[in-house]
C-alpha cells in the first residue's frame, strides 16, 4: 500500500470517485454533491483557514487502485467544553474493509497532526461547522440527509480497533408529521393561546431581513456560548437565510413572539438530497437545470427540522408546546409532507434531548464523535453536559 498527499486534479477526482465504488450495492447512500466537499478544502469558500489548516490523503494497493481517503486539520478556534489540551480533527474518511489499511490512513493524520501541536484527534468531523459532515453513523442507516455523514457499518469496527473512543454521541429524532401531538402540547399550548401577546407565524420571504434579524437575536440568547457556538451577526444570518431562500419552504420555517420580540423559531427545510440524489454529485449547468426540472415535478416529501430554540427567559414556560402546536396547524393539515427529522442533538444537552422526546420518541439514527487521545497513558473522558 502506498499513500500519497492528494495535489493533483486527478487525485482531487480520485478523492471524490472513492465512494462511489466502497458504496456500491448500498442503496440507501446519496452521493454528496463534489462542490460541498471541495468547498472545505478551498480557502476562498471556507473561512476556517483563518484559524487552521487541513491537509488530505488517498490510498492505493499494490495494483495502483484507490481503497482509503482522509484528511486531517486543525483549527485553534475548535474547542469542546472541557478541553484542557489542543484537539485536532480527521474527516471524510472513506475505507475498504480492512484494518490495515484504516490504521495507515489513521496513523498518518495523526502524525501530521503531532507535528502541527495537537495532542488529541476527534473524528469523523468537518473542518469547518458542526451542521455539516459531523459524527459516524452507527445506528440508523437511512438515507443520508444534505450534508451529513453515511458509512457503511464496519466502519465502527475500522475506528473502534485503532483505538477511538465515542466521546459523545448526536441523535436524531424522526416522526410521520400527520401524527397526532401528545395531549399535554395542546394543553400547555392553551395556557398562553389565552394571552394575546403570545404569537406565531411562518416567515415571508418577502420580508427576509426581518426574519433574518429576528432569527439572530433568539439564536445568540439561546445557543451563543455553548459547545462552542459564536454569536453571529445580523449580517451573518441575513445571508445564510438568502443562502436558503432558493429552496426555502415558508410555511415549514416558524417564529414565536411576545409582544413583537422574538422569542422562539422552529427552522426547518426540505430535505435537498430527496432531490440531489438524482444528480449523481454534479453541479454544473446542465445539473442545475435538471435540479430545477426535478424540484419542480418531483414532490419532495421529506423535511429536516435544522433548529429550534426558546430563549432562556422563556423556556420552561410552554413556548416550546406554543410554537410547535401553531405550526402544526399548517404542516399537519395543509402540507404533503409524510416523513420528518430533527437534526443531530449531543447526548450532552440533556434539556434538548427531552424537548425532543416530549415530541417523538423515535430515535431516527445515532452518529458518533469519536475522540484518540494521542498520550495513551491519560485518562479518557466524555464530552461533559452542559445546560
Known amino acids: 500500500m502506498k499513500i500519497e498527499i492528494v495535489q493533483s ?16 450495492g448500498h442503496p440507501n447512500w446519496i452521493r454528496p454533491l463534489d ?10 469558500k471556507n473561512k476556517a483557514f483563518r484559524n487552521g489548516q487541513i491537509i488530505r490523503w488517498i490510498l492505493y494497493n499494490d495494483q495502483r487502485q484507490t481503497i482509503g481517503r482522509i484528511a486531517a486539520f486543525y483549527n485553534k478556534k475548535y474547542r469542546n467544553k472541557g478541553d484542557e489540551i489542543p484537539v485536532g480533527g480527521v474527516g471524510f474518511f472513506e475505507c475498504i474493509h480492512q484494518q490495515e489499511a484504516a490504521n495507515l490512513l489513521f496513523d498518518t493524520a495523526r502524525n501530521w497532526l503531532m507535528e502541527q501541536g495537537v495532542e488529541a484527534m476527534d473524528g469523523p468531523i468537518n473542518f469547518g461547522e458542526r451542521d455539516k459532515w459531523w459524527g459516524l453513523v452507527t445506528q440508523g442507516y437511512q438515507p443520508p440527509l444534505y450534508c451529513m455523514n453515511f458509512n457503511p457499518p464496519y ?18 429524532f424522526g416522526m410521520h408529521p400527520h401524527e397526532p401531538l401528545q395531549a399535554k402540547f395542546y394543553e400547555r399550548h392553551a395556557k398562553l393561546e389565552v394571552d394575546p401577546n403570545f404569537t406565531a407565524r411562518h416567515i415571508r420571504k418577502s420580508n427576509l431581513k426581518k426574519y433574518a434579524e429576528d432569527f439572530c437575536t433568539v439564536y445568540n440568547k439561546a445557543w451563543a456560548g455553548h ?6 451577526s445580523p449580517g451573518q444570518c441575513l445571508r445564510l437565510f438568502e443562502q ?3 429552496v426555502m419552504d415558508e410555511k415549514i420555517v416558524w417564529f414565536a413572539y411576545y409582544k413583537e420580540d422574538p422569542i422562539a423559531i422552529f427552522i426547518n427545510l426540505p430535505d435537498l438530497n430527496q432531490w440531489f440524489k438524482y444528480l449523481n454529485g454534479k453541479f454544473n449547468l446542465l445539473a442545475k437545470l435538471k435540479f430545477l426540472w426535478i424540484k419542480a ?42 416523513e ?48
Request: glycine share 6%; proline share 6%.
Open 9 to 24: 486534479a486527478t487525485q482531487i477526482k480520485e478523492f471524490l470517485q472513492l465512494p462511489v465504488r466502497i458504496y456500491a
Open 35 to 44: 462542490k460541498d466537499i471541495e468547498a472545505v478544502f478551498d480557502q476562498q
Open 155 to 172: 466502519y465502527i469496527e475500522l475506528f473502534e480497533q485503532y483505538g477511538f473512543q465515542p466521546f459523545y454521541n448526536q441523535i436524531c
Open 227 to 232: 459547545a462552542g457556538n459564536k454569536q453571529l
Open 244 to 246: 436558503m431562500k432558493p
Open 297 to 338: 415535478t418531483k414532490p419532495n416529501r421529506r423535511f429536516v427540522g435544522l433548529v429550534f430554540g426558546v430563549v432562556p427567559e422563556y423556556q420552561g414556560k410552554g413556548v416550546d408546546s406554543f410554537i410547535i402546536v401553531e405550526s402544526a396547524k399548517v404542516i399537519q393539515h395543509k402540507l404533503p409532507y409524510d
Open 340 to 387: 420528518y427529522e430533527m437534526q443531530w442533538i449531543g447526548d450532552f444537552n440533556p434539556k434538548m434531548i427531552a424537548v425532543a422526546e416530549n415530541l417523538t420518541d423515535e430515535r431516527s439514527r445515532i452518529l458518533t464523535t469519536y475522540r484518540y487521545l494521542f498520550d495513551r497513558t491519560k485518562p479518557f473522558q466524555r464530552h461533559p453536559l452542559i445546560g
